[in-house]
Protein backbone atom coordinates (compact mmCIF):
# COMPACT_ATOMS: atom_id res chain seq x y z
CA UNK A 1 0.00 0.00 0.00
CA UNK A 2 1.75 3.63 -0.65
CA UNK A 3 2.23 5.75 2.22
CA UNK A 4 3.08 9.20 2.03
CA UNK A 5 5.15 11.26 4.38
CA UNK A 6 4.82 15.17 4.48
CA UNK A 7 8.07 17.69 5.64
CA UNK A 8 9.10 20.76 5.68
CA UNK A 9 6.43 23.07 7.08
CA UNK A 10 7.42 25.37 10.18
CA UNK A 11 7.31 29.23 10.70
CA UNK A 12 7.93 31.54 8.42
CA UNK A 13 6.94 35.70 8.14
CA UNK A 14 4.48 36.71 6.09
CA UNK A 15 5.75 37.30 2.65
CA UNK A 16 8.45 34.53 2.61
CA UNK A 17 8.29 30.94 1.38
CA UNK A 18 8.57 27.57 2.21
CA UNK A 19 8.15 24.12 0.41
CA UNK A 20 7.39 20.99 1.40
CA UNK A 21 7.80 18.07 0.08
CA UNK A 22 6.19 14.60 0.21
CA UNK A 23 7.52 11.55 -0.38
CA UNK A 24 5.98 8.44 -1.30
CA UNK A 25 6.87 4.60 -0.63
CA UNK A 26 5.39 1.53 -1.67
CA UNK A 27 3.85 0.80 -5.37
CA UNK A 28 4.77 3.92 -6.77
CA UNK A 29 2.89 3.07 -9.75
CA UNK A 30 -0.15 3.29 -8.85
CA UNK A 31 0.32 7.36 -8.28
CA UNK A 32 -1.92 8.95 -10.29
CA UNK A 33 -3.49 12.64 -9.31
CA UNK A 34 -1.49 13.67 -6.56
CA UNK A 35 -2.83 16.69 -4.82
CA UNK A 36 -1.87 19.16 -1.78
CA UNK A 37 -5.28 19.71 1.08
CA UNK A 38 -4.89 22.25 3.49
CA UNK A 39 -6.64 22.95 7.03
CA UNK A 40 -6.84 25.73 9.10
CA UNK A 41 -7.82 25.94 12.28
CA UNK A 42 -11.76 25.85 12.76
CA UNK A 43 -12.02 25.26 9.11
CA UNK A 44 -12.65 22.54 6.32
CA UNK A 45 -9.92 21.00 4.13
CA UNK A 46 -9.18 23.13 1.33
CA UNK A 47 -8.08 21.96 -2.20
CA UNK A 48 -4.37 23.67 -2.92
CA UNK A 49 -3.93 22.32 -6.19
CA UNK A 50 -2.60 19.04 -7.91
CA UNK A 51 -0.66 17.83 -10.57
CA UNK A 52 -0.91 14.59 -12.67
CA UNK A 53 2.04 12.12 -11.81
CA UNK A 54 4.88 12.15 -14.29
CA UNK A 55 3.61 15.19 -15.96
CA UNK A 56 3.49 18.55 -15.35
CA UNK A 57 0.31 19.31 -15.46
CA UNK A 58 -0.90 21.41 -12.74
CA UNK A 59 -4.08 22.75 -11.51
CA UNK A 60 -4.87 25.24 -8.77
CA UNK A 61 -7.34 27.02 -6.41
CA UNK A 62 -7.43 30.65 -7.20
CA UNK A 63 -6.27 31.44 -3.79
CA UNK A 64 -2.87 30.12 -4.22
CA UNK A 65 -2.67 30.63 -8.01
CA UNK A 66 0.73 32.31 -8.94
CA UNK A 67 2.03 31.97 -5.29
CA UNK A 68 2.20 28.31 -5.00
CA UNK A 69 4.00 25.92 -7.44
CA UNK A 70 3.62 21.70 -7.50
CA UNK A 71 5.95 19.68 -8.71
CA UNK A 72 7.67 16.60 -9.04
CA UNK A 73 10.61 14.19 -8.83
CA UNK A 74 9.66 11.23 -10.46
CA UNK A 75 13.46 9.45 -9.22
CA UNK A 76 12.59 10.61 -5.76
CA UNK A 77 9.28 9.64 -5.81
CA UNK A 78 8.35 12.98 -4.13
CA UNK A 79 6.14 15.92 -4.43
CA UNK A 80 6.34 19.23 -3.81
CA UNK A 81 4.79 22.54 -3.00
CA UNK A 82 6.49 25.73 -3.21
CA UNK A 83 5.04 28.50 -1.18
CA UNK A 84 6.14 31.89 -1.90
CA UNK A 85 4.51 34.99 -0.54
CA UNK A 86 2.88 33.75 2.22
CA UNK A 87 0.27 35.21 4.06
CA UNK A 88 -1.18 34.82 7.17
CA UNK A 89 -3.86 33.21 6.06
CA UNK A 90 -2.08 30.64 4.67
CA UNK A 91 -1.56 28.82 8.01
CA UNK A 92 -2.63 25.43 7.79
CA UNK A 93 -1.66 21.41 8.34
CA UNK A 94 -0.71 21.04 4.77
CA UNK A 95 -1.91 17.76 3.63
CA UNK A 96 -1.00 15.57 0.01
CA UNK A 97 -3.02 12.70 -1.05
CA UNK A 98 -3.26 10.64 -4.08
CA UNK A 99 -6.11 9.94 -6.04
CA UNK A 100 -8.30 10.01 -9.75
CA UNK A 101 -9.53 12.19 -12.20
CA UNK A 102 -12.87 11.89 -10.54
CA UNK A 103 -11.77 13.93 -7.60
CA UNK A 104 -11.66 11.01 -5.12
CA UNK A 105 -8.57 10.81 -2.88
CA UNK A 106 -8.04 7.84 -1.15
CA UNK A 107 -4.43 7.82 0.44
CA UNK A 108 -3.53 10.64 2.61
CA UNK A 109 -0.27 11.79 4.36
CA UNK A 110 -0.40 12.67 7.94
CA UNK A 111 0.48 16.39 7.45
CA UNK A 112 2.66 19.21 8.21
CA UNK A 113 2.24 21.89 9.78
CA UNK A 114 2.51 25.49 7.96
CA UNK A 115 2.11 28.93 10.23
CA UNK A 116 2.78 32.51 9.13
CA UNK A 117 3.35 35.19 11.02
CA UNK A 118 2.16 38.85 10.64
Known amino acids: QVRLVESGGGLVQAGGSLRLSCTATGPTHTLYYMAWFRQAPGKEREFVGR????????YYADSVKGRFTISTDVAKKTLYLQMNNLRPEDTAVYYCADGDPSGTYDKWGQGTHVTVSS
Open 51 to 58: IIWKTDMT
